[in-house]
């Protein structure tokens, strides 16, 4: 996971956490996992992609993803879900499904046990995210499913600063070389 420092200089990822699903040959996509769209829910997404919903349609909300293609959606979710189609695993106990059927499962109540729907992504090209790194704008920890589909979007920063042993009080926004 990726976790925003301090001083970041882009709003859209101040005090955010990405979970990396894919990073190779320098080019890595992710998707933000704790930043909530303003009034869009699962249901709302649901009425305008015109699929059903029924008393089983799970209450969640929709994620800003990242800046990239901010009109196509993704759900990040546990592994032991398969979708029809285009279900990816993306390290450990975290799979992606990118199709239509897994949004038609969410709403007949079925679907991954936990999930978050997002709208968008982020992406870096060769380099970019290194030189983010060495440039004090991420840090980065191990991804955990109790972190990433905690049901606060609030304290998943801070619960990802956690697992790293980092009080969030001493971070400083300037990096230094020793």
Known sequence: MLVAMPGMGDPR???SLIYVCEHDNGNTMGLLVNKPLPNLDLAALLGQLNIATGDGTRSMPVHFGGPVETARGFVLHTDEYRAAHG???VGGAFAMTA????LEDLAKGQGPRRAILTLGYAGWGPGQLADEILGNGWLTCSADPEVVFAPSDSGKWVGALALMGIDPLTLSATAGRA
């Open 99 to 102: 199709t239509r059927d897994v």
């Open 87 to 89: 279900t990816v695993s």
């Open 13 to 15: 990822f101040e005090r």
